[in-house]
């Protein structure tokens, strides 16, 4: 059935040098980014057991999704101190997609990361059989982002047909996509996929006309409007939204459980942190990262922030799963309580996690 789409594919290489280009970064290309002054490391030399030598500290490496909330949060609770106070130094590397997290992991360059909902079904679905990913807990439900179009081609959901919808292939952007082509009545081989490998190249795409549609939102929603481009619905508006998990390996949760432990403690600190001083937090984000202020205030008001893994959060995840199965995405079914491990929520937090 997918075979009837019309597929393309443009890479950030092909399209050059952008007038966007402070979007997020490659595909596959790390960025090393100090979060207030804790090292950085992207070496799958570094132990994960080894201590900082700074009055014994545990490093843990986190893979983090550029300008997104686990970004954020590691920024944060870095700079008050929130990590350190639970003997953790946090090594942060930044990465495009949570595509890119989950190989940061499986190639032994980070100890944990964060994954998107519909990256995370695949992900497990295309490996179930061999995979060492484990879910550790769901960290927030967003809604953030906004299908932007151009405004001279798309002034209705109809009006995608046969026009270039971006999509980053293996990510949250293919089940937005198809949720739209289906409340659009719009079908398969009037579908345009336009594949691209950062949403950088989809901010470039959409400039260049070759692509008329992107799901955006937070930095990459201002560039888009700033080139002209125009917000046509919303997620709540279409019945969408996104759990954001972290995830690890079960060899890195077999030896490093107390450390996973103090991890998730000055996580949830800092969650409860940010929650009751959002306005603080949003400057130590526009001090480090050079974005304005607002743009943070507006962006988390669009999270639903908690440390969990509740019945919801199964439900949601089937739904998406069964989705992808329906759609090709992978052959064979599984039990998503297969492949998590909320040993240190369980015991943290009990009452955060389904029974």
Same mark, same amino acid.
């Given at each position: 059935?997918?075979?009837?789409?019309?597929?393309?594919?443009?890479?950030?290489?092909?399209?050059?040098?952008?007038?966007?280009?402070?979007? @997020?970064?490659?595909? +596959? =290309?790390?960025?090393? #980014?100090?979060?207030?002054?804790?090292?950085?490391?992207?070496? /799958?030399? $570094?132990?994960?057991?080894?201590?900082?030598?700074?009055?014994?500290?545990?490093?843990?490496?986190?893979?983090?999704?550029?300008?997104?909330?686990?970004?954020?949060?590691?920024?944060?609770?870095?700079?008050?101190?929130?990590?350190?106070?639970?003997?953790?130094?946090?090594?942060?590397?930044?990465?495009?997609?949570?595509?890119?997290?989950?190989?940061?992991?499986?190639?032994?360059?980070?100890?944990?990361?964060?994954?998107?909902?519909?990256?995370?079904?695949?992900?497990?679905?295309?490996?179930?059989?061999?995979?060492?990913?484990?879910?550790?807990?769901?960290?927030?439900?967003?809604?953030?982002?906004?299908?932007?179009?151009?405004?001279?081609?798309?002034?209705?959901? @109809?009006?995608?047909? +046969? =026009?270039?919808?971006? #999509?980053?292939?293996?990510?949250?952007?293919?089940?937005?996509? /198809?949720? $739209?082509?289906?409340?659009?009545?719009?079908?398969?081989?009037?579908?345009?996929?336009?594949?691209?490998?950062?949403?950088?190249?989809?901010?470039?795409?959409?400039?260049?006309?070759?692509?008329?549609?992107?799901?955006?939102?937070?930095?990459?929603?201002?560039?888009?409007?700033?080139?002209?481009?125009?917000?046509?619905?919303?997620?709540?508006?279409?019945?969408?939204?996104?759990?954001?998990?972290?995830?690890?390996?079960?060899?890195?949760?077999?030896?490093?459980?107390?450390?996973?432990?103090?991890?998730?403690?000055?996580?949830?600190?800092?969650?409860?942190?940010?929650?009751?001083?959002?306005?603080?937090?949003?400057?130590?984000?526009?001090?480090?990262?050079?974005?304005?202020?607002?743009?943070?205030?507006?962006?988390?008001?669009?999270?639903?922030?908690?440390?969990?893994?509740?019945?919801?959060?199964?439900?949601?995840?089937?739904?998406?799963?069964?989705?992808?199965?329906?759609?090709?995405?992978?052959?064979?079914?599984?039990?998503?309580?297969?492949?998590?491990?909320?040993?240190?929520?369980?015991?943290?937090?009990?009452?955060?996690?389904?029974?």
């Amino acid at each position: 059935m997918r075979k009837r789409q019309m597929l393309t594919w443009i890479t950030a290489v092909t399209l050059g040098m952008s007038l966007l280009s402070g979007c @997020s970064k490659n595909s +596959g =290309q790390a960025e090393s #980014t100090t979060t207030a002054g804790s090292a950085v490391s992207s070496s /799958a030399e $570094t132990k994960t057991s080894e201590t900082s030598g700074n009055n014994d500290l545990k490093v843990v490496r986190e893979a983090v999704m550029s300008n997104n909330l686990d970004q954020w949060l590691a920024i944060i609770g870095t700079e008050k101190g929130f990590f350190e106070d639970e003997g953790i130094k946090l090594e942060v590397t930044e990465f495009a997609a949570g595509i890119n997290t989950v190989d940061a992991i499986v190639t032994g360059q980070a100890d944990i990361g964060d994954l998107a909902d519909y990256a995370a079904v695949n992900r497990i679905g295309n490996t179930q059989d061999k995979t060492n990913l484990r879910i550790l807990f769901r960290l927030a439900q967003g809604t953030g982002s906004s299908l932007y179009v151009n405004p001279d081609k798309v002034k209705d959901l @109809s009006d995608l047909a +046969g =026009q270039g919808f971006i #999509t980053l292939p293996g990510t949250a952007w293919d089940y937005w996509n /198809a949720v $739209t082509y289906e409340k659009a009545g719009i079908p398969e081989d009037q579908q345009n996929i336009v594949r691209v490998d950062s949403s950088q190249a989809g901010l470039a795409v959409m400039t260049t006309g070759q692509g008329v549609a992107f799901w955006a939102g937070g930095v990459d929603a201002k560039k888009l409007e700033e080139a002209g481009m125009k917000p046509l619905v919303s997620m709540d508006e279409i019945g969408l939204y996104t759990d954001q998990y972290l995830i690890s390996s079960t060899e890195y949760l077999a030896e490093n459980p107390e450390t996973v432990e103090s991890f998730v403690k000055a996580l949830k600190t800092t969650q409860e942190w940010v929650e009751e001083n959002t306005d603080e937090g949003a400057q130590i984000l526009e001090d480090k990262l050079k974005v304005p202020k607002q743009q943070f205030l507006d962006k988390f008001e669009n999270y639903k922030m908690d440390l969990d893994f509740p019945e919801e959060a199964v439900e949601h995840f089937d739904g998406i799963k069964a989705w992808a199965i329906e759609n090709g995405k992978f052959a064979k079914d599984y039990d998503v309580n297969d492949f998590t491990d909320l040993t240190a929520i369980k015991k943290l937090y009990p009452d955060k996690v389904a029974e």
